[in-house]
Every structure is written in C-alpha cells, then in structure tokens.
C-alpha cells in the first residue's frame, strides 16, 4: 500500500460494507490484500478481521483459537476462501474490529476501507490506542496505516486515524494497479 511497518504480525481489518460493491472497490481491497500478504517475509504473521456493522474474525474464530497465519501459498488460499464466503451487507463501521485488533496486540494494523465510516471508531481510537510512557505521557500503542479505496468521501477519517495513530494514509485510486 505505500506504507511500510517493522514487526512480526499484522492485523489487516478490511471493510465487507455494501458500500465496498460499489465500482472497483472490492477486488481492489482483495488485490492489494493479497499482495500486502505476498510482501511479508516467511517468519511474519498476519490476522484479517473484516467488518460490516459488526466484526467477523478470519475462518469466524479469533485468537486463541484462530491463529496468526504465515504468509503461504496455503494460507492465502485458505484467506480467498473465506474472502469468497463473505456477504457484504450493513454499515462503515469498523470500531468493533479495530478494538479486537488492538487487543491481539500486533505490531501494525492496516485498516482497509472506502472510508465512509459511520461509527465512533476515529473518537474510540484517542482513547483505547494510547499508553503511559514512563515520562507519564500518552502515546500511540499501535500504529494503525489505513488504505483509501476510491472514495473521496472517506479521505477525511481515514487520514485523521492514520495521523493520529503514527501510521501512513495511502488512497487507491480507481485505476491503481491496471
């Protein structure tokens, strides 16, 4: 996506709206997925959680039971099964998502999405995404890199997480890719 993050896992939280079926969005959501997975190196991990009004863990099951996946040839199979499976229906809401990302503690998120959030996920994130440093400051726990995928609507609150969250805001364009 543009943005690069130092660590071992990752957790990509992707937006399953009805929204996303409008244009190009979806298979460019599933296209630079595909390939943020492909880039990661054979001992990094990475978690999908996907999201609509509500979040819907990889395979439906979250950590401890659902495992951080290496980047395979079989675990991207097994991912476009699931991505397949899901029905996309409901709201921009990813606050739900995000707040299971941040509790499976990664190293980075990415939060794909046309950006036309509808929730408090931008307010939650000012207070849930922040740690004591020992100097008794606040400070981001989690960079979170968020992907503008064809909405000049959703620039607004992608951008804001990302700087408000050390991370890289990168819009897709329509014809990114071709």
């Known amino acids: 996506f543009g943005a690069y993050a130092p660590g071992q896992r990752f957790v990509f939280v992707i937006d399953s709206s009805s929204s996303m079926l409008q244009g190009t969005r979806w298979p460019t959501l599933r296209r630079e997925l595909t390939r943020a997975i492909r880039g ?3 001992d990094q991990e990475f978690f999908v959680i996907s999201f609509d009004i509500g979040a819907h863990p990889m395979f439906n099951t979250l950590p401890p039971i659902g495992k951080f996946l290496p980047p395979t040839d079989d675990s991207l199979y097994r991912l476009n099964t699931w991505l397949n499976g899901i029905q996309h229906q409901g709201s921009t809401c990813p606050a ?3 707040g299971i990302a941040l509790r ?3 190293d980075a998120i990415f939060l794909l999405s046309d950006g036309e959030i509808q929730d408090t996920t931008v307010q939650e994130l000012r207070v849930h995404n922040r740690t004591e ?3 008794g400051k606040r400070k ?5 890199h968020t ?3 064809h909405s000049p609507i959703g620039a607004g609150p992608l951008k804001i997480i990302a700087d408000e969250n050390d991370g890289v805001f990168t819009p897709v364009s329509q014809f990114a890719g071709r």
């Open 40 to 42: 990661l190196s054979p």
């Open 96 to 98: 739900s998502s995000i």
């Open 104 to 106: 499976l503690k990664p």
């Open 133 to 135: 440093s020992e100097q």
């Open 140 to 144: 981001v726990a989690i960079p979170i």
């Open 147 to 149: 992907v503008l995928l």
